[in-house]
């Protein structure tokens, strides 16, 4: 036995040689998954049975299995914990191997570059691997990179390409900024080659996967800027993949006497075109004269371009033709040089119109097939559609990155910025109001923050922008917020958030940078969350003094920007201060004409090719009609109709098929509960019971839950099993069996069609769900019987949370828990008494009890 490794390490090892997953390993063992990941990292030494079992199902020789068996039951002392986070002066200077940041630890440096350094690191409650990025303290406190970071990397994280590096998560705090990616094993191109010069195969095969990747980023206008070999990052099978998008990186003029400034800032000098150089527009023909660089050396092994400073292979780039590759490789196809030539062109309209077009190239040169015959002109038409080049939302809010399929809103967006332009003293306040479903949170992200960002009104282009929701801790949401665009705060803001009412005024003023044109857009999102989650009624009073305070003091540099549901209304106009705020800055979200229907409908499809048959667009508009909420429906629809489109034509068929408007959201839902068995619907109620918000004369409300809290939902109904209905046994079994828990899977399946959203908390970075739109909670007939049936007994589960946290809070000696059980417990028997059909079901203990 190897006894360097732990018992789990070897477990996890010897799983892998043989192509074991966790859960068809725990099937062999005969125990639940869980039991195997804890095992794996050391929190469970199992029994001497479990050990033998795994010893079998690793097929462990039988002379080294009695040794197995005793490593396995060796009790070993806990590995120290990481330490702590990173002070910003440790950023880009100290070895970070070994600390922890929001639930990653960092594992060995693997890469260091112009902006930043990257590790390998390990979310320890999963097994995945990651990489993450460290963004420079000079880079992330730059007003720029602060102004655009979220909104960029927000964007970046939503490609969806099987040649693009996912971007995990991304975040930034004041001095460091953060970038969670897929973890790559095979190293880039630029160590292919170090070794030798590419096959033409191989180098065929390569830039047909990026250029892929890059002509879907530039279909959602994403421009790359800094395509280099080393940003090719590749698997153990030479599968290539496009990684480190400009995320902020132009972020100014650059010095061009300072190499590292000029490499971080505006992209590499070997790489780098004409009008990156001259600081000019930048459009996809930047990434192509890239990519035509990128060609050229995988095809010879060298450069273009070469010159003692970085200032002289600039000149080059911009004035010198290419070298022929005949000068630096014998035996290339010589139709190459063409498309090299045209990819390269120092005028951008003289080269490719996209990367489509020069692929097809690229393949003809190499098979023999010039002379060259031009394509159509309009290539993107030409191309098949994918599910990432859906241009429709489903149930989703409309976000800033969803900007290019915005339409319809445009008056709407314009009155707002009139709004926002007023002069008076309330000015800096403003309320959007409309109905759920209206699209008062679209209208501001995906309208009125662009619009902001590219300078509507006098100096916004230099605004900070951020959003928050309240969620049940606004004070805490707040803070993280700030933090986000923080310069150099203290350490923390929130005692300065809760001193006084002026708290909020004196820490925007800490976080911005000392330049009185630079202000802050505050924009809070689902305002109505400050009256359904804040129990506290101190807590809200004071974010509403603290809010009142910051936007009518005569030097404030903050604007406030809310959503709020219409049937809220009332809730505001009880505080005297803030009501009159609401009284004089509300602007009331209407519904959509016709006119701006037709354009919601039709923009988006136009951008992909989409084409709609004859007369179906008014069928559409006149299913919409006067519907109150109709707009997440309609999106919903047409997500759906996307989906079941014949080639890039929508037909009525279709969305007859679909259930049109007005029954294509509840359809789906009950379609897919429908295919889940016995132990999957007792999940799905479980789940959606938690994911509601029960209104008191008003309607319900979607709940962010940490997906950690959902999933614990298997180990609760597993565990009262004799307690629950029949479809608890079917969920013994079931996990006995070692197959996927339940709540999980129902997760992931609502999630795939929309039905729920996936985001993270902002302060511990933890994933969250939460229902994609209230839409769902109203065109889902078994959802609103649901909680029709079980509107009591889930308030007083959270009534008994609720006093389970202030008894813990007063007296944590005292086990609350086991009173909360015998209460619950004693309730499901009433059920059972009165005949009510799996009503026990959503009273397992939640969040608050189970601490």
């Not at 614990?712 to 597993?718: A, E, G, K, P, T």
């Amino acid at each position: 036995m190897n006894g360097e490794l732990s018992f789990g390490q070897l477990i996890k090892s010897r799983r892998r040689e043989l192509g074991l997953t966790q859960d068809e390993l725990a099937r062999r063992v005969g125990c639940a998954p869980v039991t195997i990941r804890k095992i794996e990292y050391d929190d469970l030494r199992p029994s001497v049975q479990i050990a033998e079992r795994l010893a079998m199902a690793l097929t462990i020789a039988l002379e080294e299995r009695a040794a197995f068996v005793r490593l396995a039951r060796v009790e070993r002392h806990p590995e120290p914990e990481p330490t702590p986070a990173p002070a910003p002066d440790e950023i880009g200077i100290a070895d970070l191997t070994g600390r922890a940041i929001r639930g990653y630890s960092l594992g060995e440096l693997i890469g260091n570059g112009g902006m930043g350094a990257v590790y390998r690191a390990v979310q320890p409650l999963v097994e995945r691997e990651v990489a993450v990025k460290i963004i420079l303290p000079q880079y992330a406190n730059h007003p720029d990179f602060i102004r655009r970071f979220e909104a960029e990397a927000q964007l970046v994280a939503r490609l969806e390409h099987p040649h693009i590096v996912p971007l995990y998560d991304y975040w930034r705090e004041p001095s460091v900024a953060f970038l969670v990616m897929r973890l790559l094993r095979g190293g880039s191109a630029r160590n292919l080659l170090e070794k030798d010069v590419l096959p033409i195969e191989m180098t065929l095969h390569i830039i047909e996967q990026v250029g892929s990747a890059l002509g879907a980023a530039h279909r959602v206008g994403v421009i790359h800027r800094d395509l280099k070999p080393a940003n090719i990052l590749l698997d153990e099978d030479h599968n290539a993949y496009l990684a480190d998008f400009g995320i902020a990186k132009n972020l100014s003029n650059p010095n061009l006497e300072d190499q590292t400034q000029l490499e971080a800032v505006i992209g590499s000098p070997d790489y780098i075109s004409p009008e990156q150089i001259r600081s000019e527009f930048v459009r996809p023909q930047t990434d192509i004269y890239c990519l035509g660089v990128v060609l050229y050396e995988l095809l010879t092994g060298h450069v273009p371009f070469y010159g003692p400073t970085p200032i002289e292979i600039m000149h080059q780039h911009l004035s010198a033709p290419l070298p022929p590759l005949a000068a630096r490789r014998t035996g290339l196809p010589g139709a190459l040089d063409a498309v090299i030539e045209r990819a390269t062109a120092k005028d951008p309209l003289e080269r490719y119109p996209d990367v489509e077009e020069m692929l097809a190239d690229l393949r003809r040169a190499v098979h023999g097939d010039f002379p060259i015959v031009k394509p159509l002109p309009t290539g993107v038409e030409m191309l098949p559609l994918t599910a990432a080049d859906n241009p429709y939302k489903g149930l989703r809010a409309f976000a800033e990155s969803d900007a290019g399929d915005f339409f319809g809103r445009e008056s709407l967006v314009q009155q707002l910025l009139v709004r926002m332009g007023e002069g008076g003293d309330l000015s800096r306040f403003l309320a959007v109001v409309g109905p759920s479903g209206s699209g008062k949170s679209s209208v501001v992200k995906a309208g009125l923050i662009p619009t902001l960002r590219r300078g509507a009104l006098p100096g916004s282009d230099h605004w900070f922008i951020v959003e928050m929701m309240p969620g049940a801790h606004p004070l805490e949401e707040l803070e993280a917020a700030l933090l986000r665009i923080a310069v150099n705060p203290p350490e923390t803001l929130l005692n300065q958030l809760r001193e006084d009412k002026r708290g909020l005024l004196r820490a925007v003023r800490r976080c911005l940078p000392d330049d009185p044109a630079v202000e802050l857009v505050l924009v809070i999102d689902q305002f109505e969350e400050v009256f359904t989650l804040v129990r506290d009624e101190s807590v809200r009073a004071h974010l509403l003094d603290s809010l009142v305070t910051a936007v009518l003091d005569e030097r404030s540099r903050i604007r406030v920007v809310i959503t709020l549901r219409a049937d809220f209304t009332d809730r505001p106009l009880q505080y005297v201060d803030f009501g009159e705020l609401m009284r004089q800055r509300l602007e009331v979200v209407l519904p959509m004409t016709p006119d701006e229907l037709e354009r919601a409908i039709l923009g988006p499809g136009e951008r992909v090719g989409l084409t709609l048959e004859s007369g179906l667009t008014s069928i559409i508009i006149r299913d919409v009609g006067d519907q109150p909420g109709a707009l997440p429906l309609l999106q919903y629809a047409l997500t759906e109709l996307f989906e079941n489109r014949v080639s890039r034509l929508l037909t009525k068929a279709a969305y007859q098929s679909i259930g049109g408007v007005l029954g294509a959201l509840g359809r789906r839902a009950e379609e897919m509960f429908a295919g889940l068995d016995e132990a999957g619907q007792s999940a799905a109620r479980q789940l959606f019971l938690r994911l509601v918000t029960l209104g008191e004369g008003t309607e319900d409300t979607r709940r962010r839950v940490l997906r950690s809290e959902l999933e614990s939902l298997d180990s609760v109904m597993l565990s009262e099993a004799k307690h629950l209905s029949p479809a608890a046994e079917t969920l013994r079994r079931f996990t006995a069996q070692g197959d996927i828990r339940p709540v999980k899977a129902v997760i992931e399946s609502f999630g795939k069609h929309r039905l729920l959203t996936f985001d993270r908390d902002p302060i511990t970075r933890g994933p969250t769900v939460e229902v994609a739109h209230e839409a769902l909670l109203r065109e889902w007939p078994r959802l609103r019987e649901w909680l029709n049936e079980s509107r009591a007994d889930v308030r007083l589960q959270r009534q008994l949370g609720l006093a389970a946290a202030e008894w813990q809070s007063v007296n944590r000696e005292v086990s609350f828990l086991f009173v909360i059980q015998q209460s619950l417990r004693y309730m499901q028997q009433i059920d059972v008494e009165s005949s009510r059909v799996d009503k026990a079901t959503p009273l397992a203990c939640n969040s608050h009890a189970e601490q």
